[in-house]
């Protein structure tokens, strides 16, 4: 089988672009060939990913189309005779960023406006998760397939034996780990923080790791973080696997206020580090947590900050949620992922899907392939 | 032992306690609003007229500040050039949405009178 991957971007440190790369791998180890290909290709990584202008797709090649924004040449490659599997990521909602990055959000707000026409026009629609599946259906898809992102936590190097945090002689450390951008809430973090920092642990540290959406944001934040914390917040980022590996043992607790989510790999990552996460209930995040994190909805930062206190010093809630927390890993493990990966590009293969008698079959390949 | 599903609970109940002697006197909620999806006439007239700012034009490389300086010039140098480039785009961008907000208001004054021209029929 002949499988070319298309990306609407692709960056360094970007989740779906090292995520193309694993299918890749994958797709060598199953004998397929194609290449992976990308609309806007970021430094770092010439060579792995080609411009989509070299794109040549044999006739029976298959496109597998990540979505995550604004995808320009679109038409064109829905116009092509392939079959074509498209697997969604979500795209940002761009209110939260026209303010900040209104190229970015013309992408984004171009990504969401091609999906009714991406679900149309592919011959079988997944998402990473059910919550992004839940938009495709809403667009018009008749049926979805579930394909969880394929995280390689391996890569973060490994994890402390025993317990981990909740020592009361060392000092407390708050992670969270994800693009700095407006809509992941830094902001709320930091303000969080800065009272768990005053009335609970005065010597607290807080950890942000990230690329920035602009120099200019992260400069707000660090801005914000001087006023309300000084020298108490450290914003980090193009940290190596190895360097953010570091962080994650570092810290005592993951605390990710984000408002979108299409699914958060970081939130399994922590759980990886077997750390209590505290966690907004957006998105796909409660179904990726499940029961392993502290899900809150409370807008009070009060709140918050009695929650962090809790989760860093309670430690057999601690151990409760390490407990749940590999048993939600589990879940995504790379095989199972793989599996539903295969399964849903053979179903696309098959001549069958897209009838009306396809949702069987493609339902009973993937079942068995679960 | 506080078990996940309750833990919640007991840090409101922690934060009211301790607010009650008090700790946290900051306001209740210290959250953003999400933003309006549909973005407001006064913001798109803001962003109508383009107004670079040239502090936003720097290197980010270590050591990059002659890098910084380099852009700099080279942007006083070609000021002729994008002054006229941003004139005729934020003209157009002015014109487009003072038509745009026209055609908005003969619309909410056609379907005000709607219902009662269907009144009369």
Request: charged share 25%; glycine share 8%.
């Given at each position: 089988m002949i499988v070319h991957q298309i990306l609407s971007g692709a960056g360094l440190h970007d989740a779906i672009t090292t995520e193309a790369l694993m299918f890749r791998e994958r797709f060598?180890?199953?004998?397929w060939g194609g290449g992976d290909f990308a609309a806007r290709i970021g430094a770092g990584i010439d060579g792995e990913i080609s411009p989509l202008t070299r794109l040549r797709a044999e006739r029976e090649a298959l496109l597998l189309l990540h979505h995550s924004a604004g995808a320009p040449g679109l038409?064109?490659?829905?116009s092509l005779p392939n079959r074509k599997l498209l697997l969604y990521h979500n795209v940002t909602p761009a209110a939260w960023l026209w303010d900040h990055a209104p190229l970015v959000a013309v992408h984004c707000a171009l990504g969401r406006a091609q999906l009714p026409e991406l679900v149309r026009r592919v011959d079988l629609a997944a998402a990473d998760s059910e919550f992004n599946a839940a938009e495709l259906r809403a667009r018009g898809a008749r049926r979805t397939e579930v394909v969880p992102l394929l995280v390689n936590r391996d890569r973060l190097g490994p994890v402390p034996a025993g317990m981990q945090g909740g020592d009361p002689t060392r000092t407390p450390?708050?992670?969270?780990?994800?693009?700095?951008?407006?809509?992941?809430?830094?902001?709320?973090?930091?303000?969080?923080?800065?009272l768990y920092r005053r009335w609970r642990a005065p010597d607290a540290r807080l950890l942000l790791v990230g690329d920035p959406l602009t120099v200019e944001y992260a400069e707000h934040l660090?801005?914000?973080a001087d006023q309300l914390a000084p020298g108490a917040v450290s914003i980090e980022s193009g940290l190596s696997d190895g360097e953010l590996g570091d962080r994650y043992r570092a810290a005592d607790v993951f605390l990710c206020l984000s408002q979108h989510e299409g699914f958060c790999i970081p939130v399994l990552e922590a759980l990886h580090f077997g750390?209590?996460?505290?966690?907004?209930?957006?998105?796909?995040?409660p179904e990726v947590a499940g029961d392993a994190a502290l899900l809150?909805?409370?807008?009070?930062?009060?709140?918050?900050?009695?929650?962090?206190h809790l989760a860093v010093t309670d430690l057999p809630l601690r151990a409760e949620l390490r407990r749940r927390g590999r048993a939600r890993l589990a879940l995504f493990a790379p095989e199972l992922v793989a599996a539903r990966l295969r399964a849903a590009v053979e179903a696309t293969a098959s001549p069958r899907t897209r009838s009306s008698s396809t949702d069987r079959d493609v339902r009973d390949v993937v079942d068995q392939a679960s | 032992m506080t078990d996940p599903e309750s833990a919640v609970e007991r840090a409101r109940q922690s934060a009211a306690a301790r607010r009650a002697q008090g700790a946290y006197p900051e306001p209740v909620s210290t959250a953003q609003p999400e933003p309006e999806s549909l973005v407001s006439a006064d913001k798109l007239l803001q962003w109508a007229l383009i107004e670079p700012d040239v502090r936003n034009v720097r290197s980010t490389r270590r050591l990059g500040a002659p890098i910084t300086a380099l852009k700099r010039v080279l942007l006083r140098l070609l000021s002729q050039y994008h002054d006229g480039l941003i004139a005729e785009q934020s003209r157009f961008n002015a014109h487009l949405l003072i038509t745009v907000l026209r055609l908005q208001d003969r619309v909410e004054q056609l379907e005000q009178r709607l219902p009662r021209e269907g009144g009369e029929r």
């Open positions: 060598g180890a199953w004998g038409t064109e490659l829905l450390t708050v992670l969270f780990v994800g693009r700095l951008s407006p809509h992941k809430r830094q902001e709320e973090v930091i303000r969080t923080f800065s660090r801005l914000l750390l209590p996460v505290i966690a907004r209930p957006v998105g796909a995040i809150v909805e409370d807008r009070d930062p009060a709140v918050l900050a009695e929650l962090l | -």
